[in-house]
């Protein structure tokens, strides 16, 4: 049975730093490319950032390039997501989830080719 499991999120004020961190368990997380996605309240789940199984390629959606950095452990089958100067538009649940389709090298920003999903981890930003 595959699980992830969120854990870093919390209330900052803008400006501040966060870092999310997903540990996976039941897969061989070193065969997945792994993204982030973020859901903001009353709205759609949106992409954040994705790495390939080796870590060699990231991806990022153009709102949190240069903010947010995403990161992997595959032998502590752990992601992470290293976010710089929050803003309050950050405000949202964020989910990591496992990359089932597409070429093993690859990374991806479509959330349809995701298809194991944490619970997800609240960060707030204050203004």
């Known amino acids: 049975q595959v699980q992830l499991v969120e854990s870093g999120g919390g209330s900052v004020q803008a400006g501040g730093s966060l870092t999310l961190d997903c540990v996976a368990s039941?897969?061989?997380?070193?065969?997945?490319?792994m993204g982030w996605f973020r859901q903001a309240s009353g709205k759609e789940r949106e992409f954040v950032a994705a790495?390939?199984?080796?870590?060699?390629?990231?991806y990022y959606t153009d709102s949190v390039k240069g903010r947010f950095t995403i990161t992997r452990d595959n032998a502590q089958n752990t992601v992470l997501l290293q976010m710089n100067s929050l803003k309050p538009e950050d405000t949202a649940d964020y989910y990591c989830?496992?990359?089932?389709?597409?070429?093993?090298?690859?990374?991806?920003?479509?959330?349809?080719?995701?298809?194991?999903w944490g619970q997800g981890t609240h960060v707030t930003v204050s203004s």
């Open positions: 989830a496992v990359r089932t389709k597409g070429l093993l090298y690859d990374v991806g920003s479509n959330k349809d080719e995701y298809y194991y």
């Open positions: 039941g897969l061989s997380f070193n065969s997945y490319a």
């Open positions: 790495i390939s199984w080796n870590g060699a390629t990231t």
